[in-house]
């Protein structure tokens, strides 16, 4: 579900690296799985990172497909293999029929997914700051 995002942007960043980093590596006689993995890929790095994050953010909000995929069961149980249920679904299919405290318990699901997706973005930020702190030009 979220490969092709993934696989989509990390292609797109690859096109983006210019020729001259290629023809430079080939000018000097490296194989192609050379280029790739000493030009191509440390130019892309920071790209490639940002859409594994963009596919993870995508899973993460993700309501329907997940649904459909895991089985749409709201009970827990201690196997991974059975069926289940997101936060996303119960926000979905249950929001819309709950009155009273229910509605205050989705609402507070729906800040919960809420701090799980910012937890998330903010640890991807870091990742990335930590990724590209040597390799930004200095003035």
Known sequence: MIIPTMSAVSRDVLSAVPNSQREAMYSLGATDWEVTQKSVLPYARSGIFGAFVLGLGRAVGETMA?????????????????????????????????????????IEVALILFA????????????????????????
């Open 116 to 139: 799980v997706t910012l937890i998330i973005n903010v640890l991807a930020r870091l990742l990335l700051w930590r990724m590209t702190r040597g390799t930004q030009k200095k003035i």
């Open 66 to 106: 997940v649904v459909m995929v895991i089985g749409n069961v709201a009970k827990i149980t201690p196997s991974l293999f059975t069926p289940g249920y997101t936060l996303s679904a119960l926000i979905a299919n249950q929001f819309g029929e709950a009155t009273g405290i229910y509605r205050s318990a989705i």
